[in-house]
């Protein structure tokens, strides 16, 4: 499948030289037929497709991930296409593309596109062409124009293409200097004998030079039909806009002749080999190729001979390469890799090695090929594999290119996006049995081609490794294999159905893993009258399910080294989960019921309100926790931020089950962010969220983050009785996280004022002996924020730390910082991100809570960058700007 693709990308870079770069919820859009032409639409999640009245089929992917758009257009037309006479007329197309059109001179087309900001190329392969750019989003227009010019209206100029034979020429001479290209280009010759795919993608010597004008022109004309076709246009687009422009640029065109697909290639039920082919030269090393034929890419045997190579030689700790690489150093290097194509494929074993090691590593490799049985397989070895290759298809969606080559190449040749999920279906149900089956009927020597390259005068023979194979193998014998595969090893961001996003943050360190899901809303899906009820929903969403009480759960978790908790903020809800990666298969269902049949057991939600009231009433006897559990209403009149977080004791007791239920329900419907982060089962974790996504999200409108209007009363004293001292906070009103340069002015100011090494514990505590604790605090959320200062100190000193806050604003604002403070502050800002973000958990709180308040997950660093650059008149401009005395709002807790 696209596994494959990857790999015969690989091959056609080979025998090209050019460079190749390589669905969701359901989603309806409308289209309003364009210009009389009537359109048949068919919606796959946020991928549109929409055929023209000509058949030229157009894909519509949108992603705002990043300010660029993706175009390609595959034309069901490469080498495999051609007849032996015009071999090779495919790629010398493809060239002749860059070297004018009928509106662009030679070299213009490149200059347009790169002069915007974007790159462009194409490719040829065996079953189709591709032609695609990748500029700006705004520069989408320009996109689509140059693709349908570079495909449609060619110049051929007869100057230009005699010129660009020869580079042609010696493309082909660099593939013949290519060891690896040469063995393939024999192979295919071999496997694929007596059809179109037994040429080389460039062609021969003889055919390039013979090309004319009036040939490219018919071979265009002949298969470069829009029924054929498909336009893909990936990235942050309009889809209304851009069905428009592909209508306007494609929808006039017509077919001239009709489009059968091609037949497969059978595989005989008795081969001719095992087949040797010799080649000497001036070679320093022996470049060895086996292939055996397989099916074409969409027989339902792929799955099963996909996973098998991987076993059998997919990377460094596979079965052939442990053995003769890195045991017995036989080779150099050694792989198998499995590539299928529209009419067929092959098995491919590749090896380097020195030539007097060749009659060893043949007899030792026929051996072990005869001895090969994929039923010994482990089940960790099996599924390990499984999850290599779909990382290798779930992969290709981090970049925008690899997005588009991967929908791209699913609708052409498989229908759509069905075909993926019948294909990761398939490969979860594959079976030793399966595998035995598949290696037995294809991997044959009777089926095998050997192409060799050996050093001159070296002894070396095709009949004797025909000997060799034909007393170490038998036809019917099986192999056996051991293989491991690895995790991807950067950070990966996947986008679910429905809006929500999977973030995937690996770590090998240790073998845990830790789960972090952010929802927008919380306090925000609230109305007045329902404070504290987001707080009462998260403590009890964890405490049962339809399967298992309260207690099963905590046993369940306790036998698993794991934890899980729910919390609710201002504007997220979040659950929260760690555990031993080994676990994975036991967590995830447990955490999936927790969220999609949560029990809310009315015995169970009766303990956490007497917990959250508890919680109140403790936090009231705490001068500080009574300061903070009013802070926000007090500074806030509207918004979430206008509630009191935990609500009160009797607005707790009175909610019911069916509050809780109809909170949770309205919750969970709005998009998440899942992110992970340590060791973890990546197929696993991928197909937890896409599931998790499918069943919860079903938002009407997206969550909206309000700037809230702060409250008009500016002081506030509260009494607690029989204490010994007085707290007060002085707070100033900050712009939100939206504004980068001011949050880097602050959090810089902020850092500068506190710590026992700051301005305020200098001053305050260590000069006048004002407070024990003595500090600042800097507090954001997306449209909204603010800068406190805040003492501890005894009731005869108030109007002293009133004077004292008072004249450290004033000297801020007089005179800029000198550099060393804010060198200090730089220095402690660094140094507390990384201590703090030591933990799994907090890593993937930190992107997951970011990204569901609609920040990039390293947001925090690049407010690291900003806050490296924050000047002494940054500083003093901020405060004098925000923290001006008559912008104060003050609170008191007193005795």
């Known amino acids: ?184 280009k024999t192979l295919q010759s071999m496997i694929w004998k007596d059809s179109s795919y037994e040429w080389p993608i460039i062609g021969y010597r003889e055919t390039v030079q013979s090309f004319t004008q009036k040939d490219i022109k018919k071979y265009i004309a002949d298969h470069y039909q829009p029924q054929s076709m498909l336009l893909v246009v990936t990235g942050k687009v309009d889809p209304d806009q851009i069905l428009v422009e592909a209508n306007k640029l494609l929808g006039s065109l017509e077919n001239t002749r009709s489009f059968t ?46 996973l098998l190579s991987q076993l059998m030689g997919g990377d460094d700790t596979s079965r052939l390469y442990r053995k003769f690489k890195y045991e017995e150093q036989l080779v150099d290097s050694i792989s198998v890799s499995p590539l299928s194509l529209e009419r067929g494929g092959m098995m491919y074993i590749h090896a380097i090695l020195d030539a007097d090691k060749v009659d060893q590593f043949w007899s030792e490799l026929m051996t ?17 594999a499984k999850l290599n290759l779909e990382d290798s298809l779930f992969l290709t969606k981090e970049t925008l290119s690899g997005l588009a080559s991967k929908i791209g190449y699913f609708q052409f040749f498989e229908n759509g996006e069905q075909a993926e999920k019948n294909y990761l279906f398939a490969l979860s149900q594959v079976t030793r049995d399966e595998m035995k089956n598949v290696y037995d009927e294809f991997i044959r020597p009777d089926q095998l081609s050997v192409a060799i390259l050996v050093p001159e005068g070296n002894g070396i023979s095709a009949k004797n490794l025909t000997a060799i194979t034909n007393k170490e193998w038998p036809v019917k014998d099986a192999l056996k294999k051991k293989a491991a595969v690895k995790l991807t090893e950067t950070p990966t961001e996947i986008t679910l159905p429905g809006g929500s996003k999977l973030v995937l943050l690996p770590d090998e360190t240790l073998p845990y893993t830790a789960m972090s899901m952010y929802w927008s809303g919380g306090d925000g899906e609230l109305t007045p009258e329902q404070q504290g009820l987001a707080s009462l929903t998260a403590t009890g969403l964890t405490r049962g399910t339809m399967k298992m009480t309260a207690t099963e759960i905590q046993d369940f978790m306790s036998d698993h080294a794991a934890s899980l908790g729910s919390t609710a903020g201002r504007n997220v809800f979040a659950v929260e989960c760690k555990f031993p990666t080994r676990f994975t298969d036991k967590i995830l269902p447990l955490i999936s019921d927790t969220l999609t049949s949560p029990a809310f057991d009315e015995t169970e939600v009766n303990r956490a309100k007497q917990d959250q009231i508890a919680g109140i009433k403790r936090s009231e006897d705490q001068p500080m926790g009574l300061a903070f559990r009013h802070l926000f209403p007090f500074l806030y009149k509207t918004g979430p931020y206008a509630l009191l977080h935990q609500g009160t004791p009797e607005e707790v007791e009175a909610f019911t089950n069916a509050d809780i239920i109809r909170f949770w329900n309205r919750q969970s419907m709005q998009p998440f962010t899942l992110a992970v982060c340590g060791q973890y089962d990546q197929a696993a974790i991928e197909a937890f969220a896409t599931k998790i996504a499918e069943t919860l999200t079903a938002q009407d409108k997206p969550y909206e983050f309000t700037t809230p209007e702060w409250g008009k009363k500016r002081e506030m004293t509260m009494q607690l009785p029989e204490r010994n001292q007085s707290h007060i906070l002085m707070l100033f009103p900050t712009p939100g996280k939206t504004d980068m340069k001011i949050s880097a002015d602050f959090e810089m100011l902020k850092t500068a004022l506190s710590g026992q090494s700051g301005l305020l514990f200098r001053d305050l505590r260590d000069k006048q002996g004002l407070a024990y604790t003595v500090t600042s605090m800097f507090w954001q959320s997306t449209n909204t924020g603010f800068i406190a200062l805040y003492i501890g100190t005894s009731p005869d ?54 990204m569901a308040r609609g920040f990039d997950r390293d947001y925090e660093e690049k407010l690291i960058k900003h806050a490296k650059n924050v000047t002494p008149q940054d500083i003093q401009e901020a ?17």
């Not at 989603?27 to 309003?32: A, G, K, L, S, V």
């Not at 039920?269 to 292939?291: C, F, H, I, R």
């Not at 801020?812 to 220095?827: D, F, S």
């Open 797 to 850: 000193k108030v109007d002293q730390s009133m004077a004292g806050f008072k004249t450290v604003l004033a000297d801020l604002a007089a005179t800029p910082l000198p550099e060393v403070e804010l060198e200090r502050a730089r220095n402690i800002i660094v140094g507390n991100y990384y201590q703090d973000h030591q933990s799994l958990i907090s890593r993937s709180r930190q992107a997951a809570s970011l």
């Open 879 to 895: 405060v004098k700007k925000y923290m001006t005395v008559d912008k104060a709002y003050i609170m008191k807790v007193t005795p």
């Open 368 to 384: 072990e090929l005869a001895t090969f049985d994929p039923t010994e397989f482990t089940d960790r070895e099996i599924e390990r």
């Open 261 to 306: 697909p091609p037949e497969a290639i059978a595989i005989p039920e008795t081969g001719s080999g095992p087949q040797v082919v010799k080649m000497s030269g001036n070679w320093n090393k022996v470049y060895l190729g086996a292939a055996f034929p397989i099916p074409h890419g969409s027989s339902g045997k792929i799955a099963g001979l996909e």
């Open 1 to 184: 499948m696209f596994r494959t693709l990857l790999l015969l990308a690989g091959l056609t870079m080979i025998a090209t030289g050019c460079q190749i770069t390589h669905m969701n919820k359901t989603q309806t859009t409308d289209f309003t037929p364009v210009q009389k032409t009537t359109l048949s639409t068919t919606t796959q999640g946020d991928t549109n497709i929409v055929k023209l009245k000509n058949g030229l089929t157009v894909l519509i992917k949108e992603d705002d991930r990043f300010p660029l758009v993706n175009v390609r257009l595959y034309v069901h037309a490469g080498s495999a296409y051609e007849t032996p006479e015009i071999a090779g007329i495919s790629h010398q197309l493809e060239h002749m593309v860059f070297k004018g059109t009928e509106k662009r001179g030679p070299g213009e087309t490149a200059l347009q596109i790169e002069s915007a900001g974007g790159m462009l190329n194409a490719a040829t392969s065996f079953d189709y062409t591709v032609y695609y750019v990748e500029v700006p989003d705004d520069k989408w227009a320009l996109g689509m124009d140059v693709v349908t010019d570079m495909a449609f209206h060619p110049a051929i100029d007869p100057v230009e293409l005699e010129s660009e034979k020869k580079v042609v020429l010696e493309e082909l001479e660099r593939g013949e200097d290519t060891p690896s290209s040469k063995l393939f």
